[in-house]
């Protein structure tokens, strides 16, 4: 896109209650934070986040399976991007099966789009794709409050493209001023007829007939050989797609903090494998230790959370591990969480003791709270 039809775009959306920065509603769109890790394999049976902050995988019914990479090809002027491989095919299709990319958006985040009044404003969605052969798939908002959407097909070659599609202003139903989900845009990539059957609703946003979601659509799973990227996500108010808003990625990383946040915060494979897992604790008992940390971010809710690798107190010059962690205290929207660790004994009841990796440089937790 030259220059002078940048501009122009930028003016038109300006004009429509758009532009400016902080434009882009979608987080991690340049695929750039992946704290879960880089990598997750035979993907299928289990709707979940799994390597790039903020993009969910969502799967009914199907035997095909995937695996998910943060990927280092990208178009020119991005670094990374989310990958899709087919490890499983699925040909033989059955009406209720389903599989899409999702990035949810919280209500009280897409107010400035006015939808559901008579100042509502377009939506202008653009990204980045490619394969490893040419496809047709479905780029969809899903108005979750009002159940209303609007979808739009959209073409992949073997080369990086750029869509730009433009869905139109809704006057019907308002998002909810809030911190659930209101928004989801979504990418469909294999679907039955329960989903494919019917007209696509692309003119613009009507109350939601499964049959008419995902028409037109190939199959990400009719081969082994089938891939798909995807980076340079952008979700704007206006009438015309702009060219990407690129951040500072430690903006992204605060942002995806919100919804996800791994401690330690940095891979530490390269170091000692004692790192750090909070602040300094006390035991409860002689089997117990009760820590607290302090979230660089508050979190959008109450946590959950998950463990991986081996884990210790440390104290008085005497390491214990630990035999399992759980939440102890969720506080996490005040921005402080404890943890419990469990050990087999020899911690002194009152005594302070600090959780950290048992020379495990790849132990973590990690606290969600995403939609």
């Known amino acids: 896109m030259s220059k002078a039809a940048e501009l122009a775009n930028l003016i038109g959306n300006i004009n429509a209650g758009g532009g400016g920065v902080n434009r882009n509603v ?201 891939t798909f990227f995807l980076t340079g996500v952008q979700l704007e108010i206006g009438q015309n797609p702009t060219e990407f808003e690129h951040e500072p990625v430690a903006q992204t990383e605060i942002k995806c903090y919100r919804y996800t946040q791994r401690l330690p915060h940095r891979d530490n494979t390269s170091g000692s494998g004692y790192a750090s897992i909070t602040s300094m604790g006390r035991h409860d008992s002689t089997t117990m230790n009760s820590s607290g940390t302090t979230l660089p971010v508050v979190m959008r809710a109450d946590s959950t959370m998950t463990t991986s690798g081996n884990f210790r107190i440390h104290h008085k010059g005497i390491a214990t591990d630990c035999d399992s962690l759980a939440i102890d205290d969720n506080i996490g929207t005040s921005g402080q969480i404890n943890i419990a660790a469990t050990t087999s004994g020899s911690l002194v009841q009152g005594q302070a003791g600090q959780l950290q990796q048992s020379n495990d440089p790849d132990a973590h937790v990690i606290f969600s709270a995403e939609l």
């Open 26 to 226: 979608i987080i991690n769109g340049a695929m750039n934070v992946a704290q879960r890790g880089t990598s997750s394999t035979g993907l299928g049976a289990t709707d979940g986040y799994y390597t790039c902050d903020r993009w969910h995988l969502d799967f009914a019914n199907t035997a095909g399976r995937l695996t998910m990479t943060q990927d280092s090809s990208a178009p020119s002027g991005f670094a990374n991007s989310l990958k899709l491989a087919c490890t499983t095919a699925d040909t033989s299709i059955a009406s209720g099966e389903q599989f899409k990319i999702e990035h949810k958006i919280e209500g009280q985040n897409l107010q400035a789009f006015a939808k559901g009044t008579s100042d509502a404003k377009p939506f202008a969605v653009s990204f980045y794709v490619k394969g490893n052969a040419s496809a047709t798939y479905v780029c969809e908002l899903f108005d979750v409050d009002n159940s209303r959407q609007c979808s739009k097909t959209f073409n992949v070659t073997t080369d990086w493209t750029r869509i730009e599609l433009t869905f139109p202003a809704d006057t019907t139903g308002a998002f909810d001023d809030d911190n659930d989900q209101s928004l989801v845009l979504v990418f469909f990539l294999h679907a039955g007829s329960d989903r494919t059957s019917g007209t696509l609703n692309s003119s613009g946003f009507a109350s939601s007939t499964n049959a008419n979601r995902a028409v037109g659509i190939s199959s990400f799973f009719d081969s082994t050989d089938r």
